[in-house]
């Protein structure tokens, strides 16, 4: 079956700019993680939907950073005024209710220029 | 942000050797997860552990989720050349969804 899509793979921008990343969850998959990963690191959590809610946004840095799922499935992560340190991958997860077994997709690999 | 402690950093080894590579906190996590990933990709689900103590595996990989639900432990028995790739372990706390992971294993088999 279909695993989790994430488009564009790469998206290449200059400094202020305003982004959008989205991402394609695993059918019946109820649950939505965004994270960001850094050269050399491991995954950072930003933010985790349940339906079309966002249960927790801790993991966001900072209110440049904003993402919805207004239908329950799609998610689209935006980020505003964008800076050279949001250069990072980011990826998308999702799992079944109940399950705290995350499957990720491929990323998008964010340059800010 | 917060990470577990990963150990080691990077392992070189000869095809066949079987590898261990573990992971700490000083939390208590819930569930913990082995990740692999290869240059490119995402992150891939290797095995799942959601009890202390348990055991699991899949082929030739072992996990354990420790006694005490501060650590992990991945084994990797027979490497393949296919084993090659960066091993990553995650947790999850209580009543939490979100996975705190660690900073990555990078193995690299020698023919």
């Known amino acids: 079956g279909a695993g989790v899509s994430q488009t564009p793979s790469n998206k290449v921008t200059e400094k202020g700019k305003y982004v959008e990343l989205r991402c394609d969850p695993i059918?019946?998959?109820?649950?939505l993680y965004w994270y960001r990963q850094s050269l050399g690191q491991g995954p950072e959590f930003l933010i985790y939907?349940?339906?079309?809610?966002?249960?927790?946004d801790s993991g966001l840095p900072n209110d440049r950073f904003f993402a919805v799922r207004p239908e329950g499935s799609v998610s689209t992560l935006k980020i505003q005024r964008t800076e050279r340190g949001d250069s990072a991958v980011y990826l998308c997860?999702?799992?079944?209710?109940?399950?705290?077994?995350?499957?990720f997709g491929p990323g998008t690999r964010l340059t800010v220029l | 942000g917060q990470q577990l402690n990963q150990s080691p950093q990077s392992m070189f080894i000869q095809e066949g050797e079987d590898v261990s590579m573990n992971c700490t906190s000083s939390?208590?996590?819930?569930?913990w997860l082995w990740y692999k990933q290869d240059p490119g990709e995402g992150p891939v689900l290797l095995i799942a552990?959601?009890?202390?103590?348990e055991l699991t595996s899949n082929g030739r990989l072992t996990a354990q989720f420790g006694i005490t639900r501060k650590d992990s432990f991945l084994n990797i028995s027979a490497s393949i050349p296919s084993d090659v790739g960066i091993y990553f372990c995650?947790?999850?706390?209580?009543?939490?969804?979100?996975?705190?992971f660690g900073q990555g294993t990078r193995l690299t088999i020698n023919p």
């Open positions: 997860a999702s799992s079944s209710p109940g399950y705290n077994e995350q499957f």
């Open positions: 059918s019946g998959h109820t649950a």
């Open positions: 939907f349940q339906g079309t809610g966002a249960a927790d």
């Open positions: 939390s208590i996590f819930n569930t």
């Open positions: 552990l959601y009890k202390a103590g």
């Open positions: 995650a947790g999850a706390g209580q009543g939490a969804q979100k996975l705190v």
